[in-house]
């Protein structure tokens, strides 16, 4: 069956750079586009970017520009996020997505269940 | 960027009635080109993440019972719980997927009255 089995919890420092894995399984991951959504403690969802199934491109949002980068393993059929210049504002759940192959404004489906990264001092 | 709006933040409803939740979108949803409305409903439950439950504004998702629908069109939609029952107890969120940045609503949060 369809599956993304994420990485680990996390703790990090403010200033350093954390990276999430998603390894999905039960699909082809070249075929579909890939979403990453944040969930801060206690707050709603909010979407980061996208890494195309082309594997040549991302579309990030404008609030993260700069700061993340998107990228993919197909050996180990494995997306991850990097973000970087790490603030406390950066604790949240961070979840890996699965979008149709409709192109980049889909819905999500299925998710990951969410790796947990921690920024304090 | 599209800004979603939900009502109410929270709601109790008591078993075996109904619950509406509603969704506000800050520009028309419904895509000319191909008559749909890119809208969704995702349910999450605590220490879960979201699963989706309703697409194209009244989709319903493969598995999802059929006491939830979904329906409204261009700024303003509902999901509804025709008759709660306890394992509905959960946030619920809408998502526009018609541009970028995706963008979700607030959530509402269904509780057992």
């Known amino acids: 069956q369809v599956q993304l089995l994420q990485s680990g919890a996390e703790v990090k420092k403010p200033g350093a750079s954390v990276k999430v894995s998603c390894k999905a399984s039960g699909f082809t991951l070249t075929s579909y586009y890939m979403h990453w959504v944040r969930q801060a403690p206690g707050q709603g969802l909010e979407w980061m970017g996208t890494f195309y199934p082309s594997g040549k491109s991302t579309i990030y949002a404008r609030k993260f520009q700069g700061r993340v980068t998107m990228t993919r393993d197909t050996s180990t059929s494995t997306i991850y996020m990097e973000l970087s210049s790490l603030r406390s504002e950066d604790t949240a759940v961070y979840y890996c997505?699965?979008?149709?192959?409709?192109?980049?404004?889909?819905?999500?489906?299925?998710w990951g269940q969410g790796s947990l990264v921690t920024v304090s001092s | 960027d599209i800004v979603m709006t939900q009502s109410p933040d929270s709601l109790a409803v008591s078993l075996g009635e109904r619950a509406t939740i509603n969704c506000k979108s800050g520009?028309?949803?419904?895509?000319?080109?191909?008559?749909?409305?890119?809208l969704a409903w995702y349910q999450q439950k605590p220490g879960q993440p979201p699963t989706l439950i309703i697409y194209?504004?009244?989709t319903r998702e493969s598995g999802v019972p059929d006491r939830f629908s979904g329906s409204g069109s261009g700024t303003d939609f509902t999901l509804t719980i025709s008759s709660l029952q306890a394992e509905d107890v959960a946030v619920y969120y809408c998502?526009?997927?018609?541009?970028?940045?995706?963008?979700f609503g607030g959530g509402t949060k269904v509780e057992i009255k």
């Open positions: 997505a699965r979008g149709p192959p409709l192109g980049v404004t889909t819905w999500f489906d299925p």
């Open positions: 520009q028309s949803l419904l895509y000319s080109s191909n008559n749909k409305n890119h």
């Open positions: 194209w504004a009244s």
């Open positions: 998502q526009q997927y018609y541009t970028t940045p995706l963008t």
